[in-house]
């Protein structure tokens, strides 16, 4: 399968810092990455969409100058969660879709963030 | 209501034990369906795809989808400690933006 890498797997901030966390496709071009937020024994909460030259689309409820996401080549997208707060305190994880019709998914390993 | 609901668990099972897992969708427009496995603190991996209704078989996995009732199922045959991880249903009426099922946590006892 496709390889998609996440980076940092770990992080422990300051709050008030701001962290950047980089998804890139190692094997293919991914027009469409998207970004989650996991908290413990719960399901993936999408966050947003990150197209390729283009802004990203966020779901609601999600504070765009919050969570920037940039994604400025076909394979890297980073968001930037912006003066963190221990509330941004969780498990995020980047997936590319990939296949003839865009639809199976190849996630990153994830990065925890934990806001001090 | 969720669109996604699956079957909640824990699941614990012997090793060698047949596994199902299950979700039901209200969702008439999906027709992408997909199985993730994750391990505490990963990311998920695609273990299993299927478009439209049918069964699927890799190996000890068989997926099965009937669009009729709505429902999906994974099968996992002669079941091994390796494959105790949280189980994921998603499925997606357009590509890639799937809607993912709240997952389901499978021990598999040696």
């Known amino acids: 399968g496709a390889v998609v890498s996440q980076h940092p797997s770990r992080v422990i901030c300051k709050s008030g810092t701001s962290v950047k966390i980089e998804c890139r496709s190692l094997d293919f071009q991914a027009t469409t990455m998207f970004w989650y937020r996991q908290f413990p024994k719960q399901s993936l909460m999408l966050m947003a969409t990150?197209?390729?030259?283009?802004?990203?689309?966020?779901e609601q409820g999600v504070e765009k100058d919050k969570f920037l996401i940039n994604h400025a080549s076909l394979t890297l997208s980073t968001l930037t969660v912006t003066s963190a707060h221990p509330e941004d305190s969780s498990f995020y994880i980047c997936?590319?879709?990939?296949?003839?019709?865009?639809?199976?998914?190849?996630f990153g390993s994830g990065t925890q963030l934990s806001v001090l | 209501q969720k669109e996604v609901e699956q079957d909640p668990g824990p699941l614990s099972v012997p090793e060698g034990a047949i596994v199902s897992l299950n979700c039901t969708y209200s969702n008439s427009a999906f027709q992408y369906f997909m199985w993730y496995r994750q391990y505490s603190r990963k990311g998920p991996e695609l273990l299993m795809y299927?478009?439209?209704?049918g069964n699927k078989e890799d190996g000890r996995f068989t997926a099965q989808v009937d669009k009729s009732s709505k429902y999906i199922s994974l099968f996992i045959r002669d079941s091994q400690p390796s494959d105790s991880a949280t189980y994921l249903c998603?499925?997606?009426?357009?590509?890639?933006?799937?809607?993912f099922g709240d997952g389901t946590t499978l021990t598999v006892k040696p």
């Open positions: 299927t478009y439209s209704s």
């Open positions: 997936s590319a879709e990939q296949g003839a019709n865009n639809e199976k998914l190849f």
């Open positions: 998603a499925m997606s009426a357009t590509a890639g933006k799937s809607t």
């Open positions: 990150s197209n390729e030259g283009s802004k990203a689309t966020y």
